[in-house]
Structures are given as structure tokens and as C-alpha cells.
């Protein structure tokens, strides 16, 4: 859910660090949304999907979801 519009970037990340998929680069106005994440091509392990969103007054919001995927 976004409460006010932002310019939103949500990526997945490997246990290592290493960026593996960038669901969503851009702006976001008010409202709720939902992106999909494909694994088909994934190991089974530990990954990391991270939203950041920053409004247009300089304000930052930043969460880290830990996700195990198993095969």
C-alpha cells in the first residue's frame, strides 16, 4: 500500500548481495499494488526483497522481507 505518491524500487537480492530481479523501478501514486516474482530459474536458498519508496518531499521508507524458497 502506497499512502501518498512516490518513486518506489523493489528488488530481490541473493544471500550474497548480488541483485537478481528489479520487480519495480518508477513512480507509484496512491493506492494498493502487488508484483509477481518468478523463481522458475532460482535455486532453493535464502533471498531478500527490498522496497524503498521516497516522497517528493525527501522523505525515505525503506523495508527488508527475508524469503526462503524451496524446491
Do not use: C, H, W
Not at 518513486?7 to 518508477?26: S, W, Y
Not at 494498493?32 to 525515505?60: C, H, M, W
Amino acid at each position: 500500500q502506497i499512502v501518498q505518491t512516490s518513486f518506489i524500487t523493489i528488488e530481490v537480492f541473493d544471500i550474497t548481495g548480488r541483485g537478481i530481479a528489479l520487480l519495480k523501478n518508477g513512480t507509484a501514486t496512491q493506492g494498493n499494488y502487488s508484483v509477481e516474482f518468478r523463481a522458475d530459474n532460482l535455486p532453493s536458498g535464502v533471498y531478500f526483497l527490498q522496497l524503498i519508496a521516497k516522497t517528493t518531499d525527501r522523505k525515505q521508507f525503506t523495508a527488508t522481507k527475508k524469503m526462503l524458497l524451496t524446491k
